[in-house]
């Protein structure tokens, strides 16, 4: 069964901002316990709730936008996180490749380039 979030303005979300936008109540006193220093648990359990009284609408609605910007951040961080692994996977199939190939590489480069440039591992500017 699904619990329904609890989300809105509240005290000390974080140790560093007195009020922000809290998209899931309950996911993070979860975190709280099971991530945070034990010496602070206690503390930030009893510090964490709901603002009560009226802030300013544009406070609210800016904290509303930094969270679901941050989800889309934390989206985009999956994302990229997928792509470097399939990168560096095939990087490593490639340096393989031209570990393996080198010589004859270098012997169709040197047939075909002859450049004075290339000393065997890089290219050496004047």
């Known amino acids: 069964m699904k619990t329904k979030k609890i989300l809105g303005m509240f005290w000390h979300c974080h140790h560093d ?3 922000e936008w809290c998209y899931d109540y309950q996911e993070r006193v979860d975190y709280i316990k099971k991530a945070k220093p034990k010496n602070e648990i206690e503390t930030r359990l009893k510090l ?3 603002v009560k009284g009226k802030l300013p609408k544009e406070f609210v609605e800016a904290g509303k936008k930094c969270d679901e910007a941050g989800k889309k951040y934390d ?3 999956k994302k990229y996180d997928k792509a ?3 990168y560096d996977e095939a990087w490593k ?3 393989e490749a031209w570990r ?3 010589p004859e590489i270098k012997r169709l480069h040197s ?3 002859g450049c004075k440039e290339w000393n065997g591992e890089k290219l050496v500017f004047k």
């Open 17 to 19: 901002n007195l009020a």
């Open 48 to 50: 964490f709730k709901p």
């Open 93 to 95: 199939k490639y340096f």
């Open 84 to 86: 470097w692994k399939k």
């Open 75 to 77: 989206e985009a961080g």
């Open 111 to 113: 047939k075909e380039c």
């Open 100 to 102: 393996k190939f080198k």
